[in-house]
């Protein structure tokens, strides 16, 4: 006679509770990949609108055009130079931060801002191609001293040497640059845009600015000479140039 086999009334329920809790994480495992997903998307989106929104420069040093007529400029001497100078502090506007800077300027990010790019007219009597370099500099003079009184070619945060071919119809070239590495400026400083002659027969002039404003005359432009640094004659026009960063927060 065949034996009764007992059944445990407890078994039913133990099948539905594991099937309810495989169920249970099969759904939380589909929404953390929708979640994944989702948010997935938003990343992409938001690099994509950092890096649409860093790539509008402020101007920070604009000394005035270039005249159409009766172009003139400052002289730069053979293996001399002249400077004018800047202070990088933008209007303050939040944006993406940028890498390439060190941890010092990720730490405090509101504090410096990023050269974007030069541009300097100058033309020459006698060469067709002028060839220069241009630099970013800290002035002479102790920590102490905000606003340094000349350039001090020892202290450059940056130097390219660029050069233009002009066409014999030209009245003036424009040298450009336009840094591929990151260069940090601090907005609380006082910088040189300096532009040198590397040659030691030629010399060229940057260009003068057409009609200066009572702010483009204030702007401290210095001249090298045989006896060294020297400040313009306040009588006399800065030479045109703009420089444009790219504000970092």
Known sequence: ??????????????????????WIVFFIGLISLFYMADRQDAFVVTNSQCAMTSQRPSTVL?????PIDNVTGLTIL???????????NPAVERLNVMGGESWWDRLFPNRHVHLHSVQVPVLSAKN???????????GEGGRLTR??????????????????????????????????????????????LVLESPSVENSFEWVYAEQPSDVTESIPVAIQGENGWQMQL?????PSAIVTVERHS
């Open 1 to 22: 006679m065949k034996e009764k086999q007992i059944l445990d009334p407890t078994q039913p329920m133990e099948t539905t509770t594991r099937r309810w809790k495989g």
């Open 62 to 66: 604009h000394s005035g055009f270039p």
């Open 78 to 88: 053979p293996g001399k130079a002249a400077a004018i100078a800047f202070e990088p």
């Open 128 to 138: 067709q191609t002028i060839s220069a370099v241009v630099s970013i500099c800290s």
């Open 147 to 192: 606003r340094k009184r000349f350039p001090d070619m020892q202290r450059c945060v940056s130097t390219k040497a660029v050069e233009i071919e002009t066409e014999p119809g030209d009245t003036f070239g424009v040298l450009e640059w336009e840094p591929e590495v990151v260069i940090v400026l601090k907005k609380s400083a006082r910088y040189w």
């Open 234 to 238: 306040k009588d006399t026009p800065p």
